[in-house]
């Protein structure tokens, strides 16, 4: 294979090499072999094995980089012995001797881990990742097979295959006692939380996904496309999984690369996109899982005699990192939970201030426009035009959105983290429903009130009127909304805070910044983000 290697390789190629595959980089085109390796979890030791894997490779990657994926090569020898690649079959020479996968390079500049070291991915970047996988978990493989995978029954043996692999060397990254935690945890939380992935496996969220969502795989574009590739091929029980054991991957990346406030943002977006809350109180054990696996992988080139001294360095190294991750998995949240509900009248600008509040606390929001509609199965921005206070705005569906919004901001209190809620709390039981909510978690409750003059709230809903959008306030209902609305007299002064929302937007989230607290700001690297 090395022989093979040099005779492919031209002049100004770059070699990269991992555990099971060299890459070859080229300006404009990318080559990609498998090395000829058995590791029980993949089999490439034949050249017929390493062409199904090479024919895998291309047609699942092309759910998510349909351009970059150019095909199947045969590599040949030619009459002299030396190893050929034929761009197309009718130029290969005699029968192939082994495979490549034929990929289009991306600039290096966008991708993501590349991005994030320069201080060129934000928040932002990372929604439109969580938008794109959300539209692709929605549409992936769902049906009785995939859903095996996400039986306690095969995620216990993924989980005792990770400790076993890993039983003669893990104690060179970890204490015993380290060690004995983080099996003890993971082992202990699948089970006590039995009924948790058994509802999402019976909900469908047991998915065909990526199976190794890093930061390296993921392409930002400068016209906002995202493109995604690498995922795993060789082996199916690695790839089918709960969606959270996805976005878990990616999460656990941007924690590892010190952005963990990323991390919560990007989970914050994908549950939004996706309408899928339910993950948060599995994701810490996910993190963890993804995390030791990454851990076990990083270990093995450290005990690789064929890699470098360098790369066995660099990997030992990653691999006691990510150990220590998956062990910290099980701590407590950075930021103390709390719930904060954002409310008012219509068009004081309560979404808008429940935005920026989620932004600076990388939580998730639930809001009440979003839970009504998939409640209704349409999409966010259909309208629900009907007469006041009938239909999907009658009281008794009403009352099920405000059900379902708290059920939704259950889930993620049960993981330990804030919720940001959005609706109008018009009413003082609505309001004591959210408090009551925050007691059962024993966390603070904040009732953040939006206020506007009448005339500002007229304008911004005739300015609504000429775009599409989420909510369905609208002018000839506002009279009536402003009747009904019950002053919030119930709560104490720490508890309810007041906004003006006619003055700018960024005093208004510094006075819930000093209030709430959130994130602190991240130093960038000397090269900013134009």
């Known amino acids: ?85 034929g761009r197309r079959r009718h130029e290969a020479q005699g029968e192939p001797v082994d495979w490549a996968v034929h ?38 493989r769902c049906d009785d097979e995939t859903s095996h995978y996400g039986t306690l029954e095969v995620i216990g043996a993924n989980i005792q295959e990770n400790f076993d692999q890993t ?56 016209d906002g496309d995202i493109t995604i590739i690498d995922c795993i091929e060789f082996n199916r029980r690695f790839r089918f ?14 924690a590892w690369h010190d952005r963990p406030d990323l991390a919560e943002s990007f989970l914050a977006s994908y549950a939004r996109a996706a309408n899928d809350y339910d993950f948060y109180p599995l994701i810490d054990f996910y993190e963890s899982y993804r995390a030791f696996v990454r851990g076990k992988v990083s270990s093995m080139v450290a005990g690789d005699p064929d890699a470098s001294a360098a790369s ?78 009938t239909g999907a705005y009658s009281p008794d569906f009403t009352h099920k959105v405000y059900d379902e919004v708290l059920r939704r901001a259950d889930a993620v209190l049960r993981s330990g983290r804030t919720v940001v809620l959005d609706a109008s709390f018009r009413s003082a039981e609505t309001r004591a429903a959210a408090r009551q909510l925050a007691d059962r978690y024993h966390v603070p409750f904040h009732f953040i009130e939006c206020r506007a003059e009448a ?24 009279d009536e909304f402003v009747a009904k609305w019950q002053p919030v007299d119930e709560l104490s002064g720490r508890e309810h805070i007041v906004l003006d929302t006619s003055t700018p937007l960024e005093s208004n989230l510094e006075i819930l910044r000093q209030q709430l607290g959130g994130w602190p700001p991240i130093p960038l690297p000397r090269t900013s983000k134009p």
């Open 1 to 85: 294979m090395e022989d093979l290697i040099q005779d492919l390789r031209t002049p100004g190629d770059e070699l990269v090499e991992t555990h099971i595959s060299w890459v070859l980089l080229q300006n404009e085109d990318v080559w990609k072999l498998k090395k000829p390796v058995s590791l029980g979890f993949l089999d490439f030791s034949t050249p017929e094995k390493r062409r199904v894997a090479c024919e895998a490779e291309v047609r699942l990657n092309r759910r998510l980089a349909p351009q970059v994926y150019r095909g199947l090569m045969p590599i040949t020898r030619d009459h002299h012995g030396r190893h050929r690649l």
């Open 167 to 222: 039983r003669e060397t893990l104690h060179t990254y970890l204490d015993p006692r380290q060690a004995d935690e983080v099996e003890a945890w993971q082992q202990d939380f699948l089970y006590r939380h039995a009924d948790l992935f058994e509802a999402r496996r019976r909900s469908g969220r047991v998915r065909d996904g990526h199976g190794d969502l890093r930061l390296e795989h993921i392409y930002t574009g400068g």
């Open 103 to 140: 990929m289009m390079r991306l600039p290096e500049d966008q991708r993501a881990d590349r991005r994030l070291a320069v201080g060129r991915l934000d928040a932002s970047d990372l929604a439109r990742v969580a938008q794109r996988l959300a539209h692709f978990h929605a549409d992936a």
């Open 312 to 389: 066995r360095r660099h990997s030992s190294r990653d691999a006691r990192r990510y150990y220590l991750l998956a062990l910290a998995s099980e701590r407590r949240a950075l930021l103390p939970p709390r719930v904060v509900a954002v409310g008012g009248i219509i068009a004081t600008g309560k979404s808008t201030v429940a935005e920026g509040l989620g932004a600076g606390l990388a939580a998730p929001i639930v809001d009440a426009d979003r839970t009504r509609k998939s409640l209704l199965d349409v999409s966010p921005t259909h309208p629900l035009h009907e007469r006041p206070w």
């Open 455 to 478: 005339r500002i709230c007229r304008q911004r809903l005739r300015e609504r009127e000429k775009h599409t959008g989420i909510s369905d306030g609208r002018l000839e209902i506002f």
């Open 241 to 254: 999984a709960d969606v959270a054991a996805d976005i878990a991957f990616l999460a656990m990346d941007l």
